[in-house]
């Protein structure tokens, strides 16, 4: 639905109270210096652009109706040194109806009118608009926000890193939205565990497409792996032509289809080149015959840094094609058991990775066990409901909205304010700055350094107005020269149903405290 055409055929409700015009601009002689006409008839005109004073310091976009009376002004200009914008809704008699400073704060008036009604749901899947849409209230619909990647930066911990830009402002506006849908139940888990509100919380992932491939069906060549997708950073293809290298280097001749486009083919063009696989890989660009290349292909090395719920593997399994993956967040371990249907590997270990490429290919039998299994599991992700799935999201999340917001979970720090050290046992003590009476619960959550786990939850062994304290056994603590010495340390709150963890800090953010193997407390910059 166009938002202007739509204004065009249907009247906005003029605003209970017309907001005053505070902001005008200084020059009002506005002349057209061009028009765009409705698209099945050059008579009738659309659009029109103008501009007054000098320098064109004001510019005005003007839409009009088919009969030619306009709807809608939408002017720019500077006043006391400030971009301003005023957009002015018309009756067809020439009146304001409604006025706005912002052509958000019209696109919300206008959703309102169109979708705010009983059982229609709103999903927002584009970062941009949910940025804006934010601050829209509604009455009756769910508003529901609906993650297509990770929610942290790449690489980050899931409980205590930075969360990824574009997710960032829904996020910490949270309570203005009535739910949140992710792809994956492994990313709605540490959504969840992170800050809490599972209840408003839901998976949906995304369709299959079909893997129907016309015959004569391609014959597989054990020594062909494929990387599928777009060529951008973080797909990280570099990754699959090193490993192509190793395989090499170790008497085998592989062969690596790379089918997609994107930014960073020339790269991955001189990277083969440097690493001397050059004729070892094939740079396909783009492809609407994805099937038939995994159907060609054993191995599908997926190399990303982050996903939202790699796809490509359901769709590489879906023809037999093995998927060998880096365990990353999110989506791989959803859809491959390891060593049964694919492979996982740590992140980034080029070595792991060759080595289950290595043995797929050494060992056919193996090789068409795990093939079969593939092909299994995504005959069966295939039958899943994705329909009724949304169906019973929106049928959930309307509940929801009908029983009213649920407990506000009170704003609160988690200042470190010092450590008293005993027999046996540490104190640390923290100020919260939730006011008498704290009806919420505290937890210290560990993290272990290298897993990024949790190690130990610890309730709060004191509680008070603006403050609180956790008693940890040096038992915890003490663990010098381990794999997984405890490294990050939080602030879990919780009231109700919903939670929040902060990162525990000094008043100064730029110090991050966290505690040593060898039972210290020292201090990082954040």
């Known amino acids: 639905m166009n938002f202007y055409e739509h204004m065009a055929e249907h009247p906005l409700k003029p605003q209970a109270k017309l907001a005053a015009a505070k902001f005008a601009p200084k020059h009002t002689d506005f002349r057209v210096e061009s028009n765009i006409s409705y698209l099945d008839s050059d008579d009738a005109v659309f659009s029109e652009s103008s501009w007054a004073g000098p320098e064109r310091s004001a510019e005005r976009k ?147 497409r079909s893997g129907h491939v016309d015959p004569p069906r391609p014959q597989r060549n054990p020594a062909h792996l494929i990387a599928a997708g777009s060529l951008p950073v973080n797909k990280n293809v570099a990754a699959s032509i090193r490993v192509v290298a190793e395989l090499k280097l170790r008497g085998l001749d592989p062969t690596l289809n790379v089918v997609g486009h994107g ?160 027999d046996g046992s540490v104190k640390i003590r923290f100020a919260h700055g939730v006011p008498a009476p704290v009806d919420g619960q505290f937890e210290l959550v560990l993290i272990g350094r290298d897993s990024k786990e949790v190690v130990a939850s610890i309730p709060a062994s004191e509680a008070a107005a603006d403050s609180a304290a956790f008693a940890i056994s040096t038992g915890i603590l003490a663990q010098p020269r381990v794999a997984d010495a405890i490294g990050d340390a939080s602030v879990k709150f919780s009231l109700g149903t919903r939670s929040e963890t902060k990162r525990l800090r000094l008043a100064d953010p730029a110090l991050v405290p966290y505690l040593t193997a060898y039972n210290n407390l020292s201090f990082k910059r954040g």
Not at 103 to 115: E, I, K, P
Not at 392 to 406: E, F, H, V, Y
Request: aromatic residues 10%.
């Open 62 to 208: 003007t839409y009009f109706r088919r009969d030619g009376s306009a709807f809608l002004t939408d002017t720019k200009f500077r006043s006391q040194d400030v971009e301003r914008r005023l957009l002015e809704v018309l009756e067809a008699a020439g009146r304001v109806t409604a006025r706005f400073t912002s052509a958000g704060a019209l696109y919300r008036y206008w959703l309102t009118q169109v979708v705010d009604h009983d059982k229609a749901p709103v999903v927002v899947d584009s970062k941009f608009s949910a940025k804006f849409l934010n601050a829209w209230k509604t009455v009756h619909v769910p508003k529901l926000f609906a993650f297509h990647s990770t929610h942290v930066k790449a690489g980050q911990d899931l409980l205590t890193g930075q969360l990824a830009e574009g997710h960032a402002p829904m996020i910490e506006q949270r309570t203005k939205w009535d739910g949140f849908v992710f792809l994956t139940e492994a990313q709605r888990g540490a959504y969840v565990e992170r800050f809490g509100d599972e209840e408003r919380t839901f998976v949906v992932p995304n369709p299959v």
């Open 263 to 422: 930014a960073q083919l020339g790269a991955l063009e001189q990277l083969a080149g440097e690493l001397e696989v050059r004729d070892n890989v094939i740079f396909h660009g783009y492809s609407d015959q994805l099937p038939r290349h995994f159907a060609s292909a054993a191995i599908h090395l997926l190399t990303s840094t982050n996903e939202g719920q790699a796809l490509v593997l359901i769709e590489s399994q879906q023809q037999g094609c093995v998927p060998v993956s880096f365990d990353i967040n999110f989506g791989p371990a959803d859809s491959i058991t390891d060593g049964a249907n694919g492979f996982l590997v740590p992140h980034g270990d080029i070595t792991a990775m060759a080595d289950k490429a290595e043995l797929l290919i050494r060992d056919p039998q193996l090789a068409a066990r795990m093939s079969a299994k593939a092909s299994q599991f995504a005959e069966d992700w295939a039958r899943r409901d994705i329909v009724g799935l949304w169906v019973d999201t929106r049928n959930k999340a309307a509940q929801l909205k009908q029983a009213g917001a649920p407990d506000k979970l009170p704003e609160f720090t988690a200042d470190l304010q010092g450590m008293d050290f005993h």
